[in-house]
């Protein structure tokens, strides 16, 4: 029989047993095992960084090691021809970039309203299809070849002298050509930021027109201008459809050939590796620059510099070097490839056109949300989270973007058909059944190098849009018996789903005009627009590449549009 414990049956002066503390057992728990939302984020954040360190591993332990190889043979050529395109890319880009920033900021002459946005359009059209363009317009059946031999009488190539078209040089202007917007906008609002006073000091000192600009104005727009040629220079390591097409051998074409004409897996992930350190360095060097080189106004009245009125020649002068970058990076592209595209109607109609619009628009739109939908769930798992390891992820999840797609390529392509075959092998053992490869013989890992490729601009949407949200918003909410995700879904989702637009647009286009890790992770007989062009186009079928690439354009233009309104 039990003693029941009544106040009866306690001795005289004795304490109940307190009861049991659910909620301080579960708080001190919770110090010791993550939240749901952090550990989403640490996920997503593996899932992000694996291929990256998936190529590093691939690279230090090969299965045949060819590095001694690659060093006396082929690798000083590739990194010789990649820093040199990368150099004068980077300085083009500059040197026009800069310059019509300078000139739509500082003066005001006929078309600068036209031309301060028509300058970003270049953006629109790949680095690939300018080269097609420009080598269709100026090869020996092209237009211009063939108007000079009709005016002058020439009869054969032997009787002129014309420069080479896939050359170095002509790759270094259509990557300048297209590429330059980036230091164009940067530099543009740095110029915009800075305060007539400086200028009326230097002015008032005796300086010129060149004196101000190379002692006031380019000192103080320097680091934005290092910021725009780093990217420039990382897309230009990236670049592989351009740098292919003028035969230029590049590191980016050297980890194809090694890998696809060779068949070798672990040199093409070592020459990654190489562009791996490359792209480390560059983005080192540009927040380097950026943190030794601040400025501050230090005046609370900040009045803008005025805009000098150009008339006559110098007016007409200004638009002619402002409007010159436009028509070759844009103008040229889209006008040659428009009358190639409208010369047969049947080429809209043709059904692996239409096949690769469709891929395009599925894996495009997938890669979009998936993407964009963990970059909301990384940042908010983070700013749930408080941890330490989930912040210092963070940051490292924007390495994606830097990294080039043929070395993302490496490292998702290789790590996914090792586990597919195992995934096989396994399921045949169960139930005899051959399920084939699920991964690799799909989009799946298509989708995911666009994911890891370009989930900074989603992570960079959402953190930046969450940021500009009250706290107090969401600690109201969790005050009302509001979870955690009601708090996302129904808080902080209303005032950031413009911002989330805008990057699943942005990371649909560039999904869209992606071409190096297409190329090496599409599945068997699976076009998008841009491999439809590329191959069109390697096969000197301009004109079959023409619908394609004009499509690709018209998405370009929407992403191109939505970066000149919020840059108004």
Request: with cysteine.
């Amino acid at each position: 029989m039990s003693v029941t414990d009544t106040p009866a049956s306690r001795p005289s002066g004795s304490r109940p047993t307190p009861p049991a503390r659910p909620l301080a057992t579960a708080r001190r728990l919770s110090r010791f095992w993550p939240s749901p939302w952090s550990l989403g984020a640490v996920l997503i954040a593996a899932i992000v960084v694996g291929p990256i360190l998936a190529v590093v591993w691939i690279a230090l332990f090969p299965s045949d090691n060819i590095w001694p190889h690659l060093i006396s043979t082929t690798l000083p050529r590739y990194m010789k021809n990649t820093g040199i395109l990368m150099s004068l890319t980077g300085t083009l880009a500059a040197v026009v970039g800069t310059g019509t920033a300078w000139m739509v900021c500082r003066y005001d002459f006929v078309g600068r309203r036209w031309l301060e946005w028509l300058l970003l359009l270049p953006l629109a059209i790949p680095a690939y299809m300018g080269a097609y363009a420009l080598v269709d317009f100026l090869e020996y059946a092209g237009p211009v070849q063939t108007a000079l031999r009709e005016l002058f009488g020439w009869s054969s190539a032997r009787d002129y002298w014309f420069p080479q078209i896939r050359s170095m040089g002509a790759a270094v202007l259509v990557l300048g050509a297209a590429l330059y917007p980036y230091v164009y906008l940067l530099a543009r609002a740095a110029f915009r930021e800075q305060s007539g006073s400086a200028e009326e000091v230097a002015q008032s000192l005796g300086a010129g027109a060149l004196g101000r600009f190379f002692r006031v104005g380019l000192p103080l727009a320097r680091p934005a201008i290092a910021a725009g040629v780093a990217i420039v220079m990382m897309e230009t390591v990236n670049d592989f459809g351009a740098v292919d097409y003028f035969a230029v051998q590049t590191l980016t074409t050297g980890i194809f050939s090694v890998w696809l004409q060779s068949g070798n897996a672990g040199g093409a992930a070592q020459i990654a590796c190489v562009v791996l350190v490359l792209v480390i360095l560059l983005v080192s060097l540009e927040k380097s620059s950026r943190r030794r080189m601040q400025f501050f106004n230090l005046s609370s009245r900040h009045r803008p510099v005025p805009r000098r009125r150009l008339r006559g020649l110098a007016g007409l002068v200004a638009m002619l070097l402002c409007a010159l970058p436009f028509l070759f990076g844009f103008v040229l592209p889209s006008g040659v490839l428009l009358s190639h595209a409208l010369d047969s109607a049947a080429r809209w109609n043709d059904p692996a056109l239409i096949a690769a619009m469709g891929n395009t628009l599925m894996v495009g739109g997938i890669a979009a949300v998936v993407t964009v939908a963990g970059g909301i769930f990384l940042v908010y798992g983070v700013r749930l989270s408080g941890r330490r390891i989930p912040r210092l992820l963070l940051p490292v999840t924007t390495i994606g973007y830097a990294a080039p797609g043929a070395v993302l390529g490496i490292g998702i392509l290789i790590p996914l058909a090792g586990l597919d075959h195992v995934l096989a092998d396994f399921v045949e053992g169960v139930t005899g059944w051959d399920i084939g490869l699920l991964l690799t013989g799909s989009a799946f890992a298509l989708v995911l190098a666009y994911c890891v490729r370009f989930f900074a601009i989603a992570q960079g949407a959402a953190d930046a849009a969450m940021g500009r949200v009250s706290p107090n918003l969401a600690l109201a909410a969790r005050s009302l018996g509001r979870t955690q995700g009601q708090v996302l879904g129904a808080v902080y989702y209303p005032l950031i789903r413009a911002s989330i637009a805008s990057a699943l647009l942005l990371v649909f286009v560039d999904c869209v005009k992606e071409l190096p890790a297409t190329l090496l992770l599409r599945p068997f007989n699976f076009d998008t627009l841009a491999t439809r062009v590329h191959e069109q186009a390697s096969l000197e079928n301009i004109a079959g590449a023409a619908p394609p690439a004009l499509l690709v354009i018209l998405v370009g233009l929407c992403a191109v549009g939505l970066l000149a309104r919020a840059n108004r």
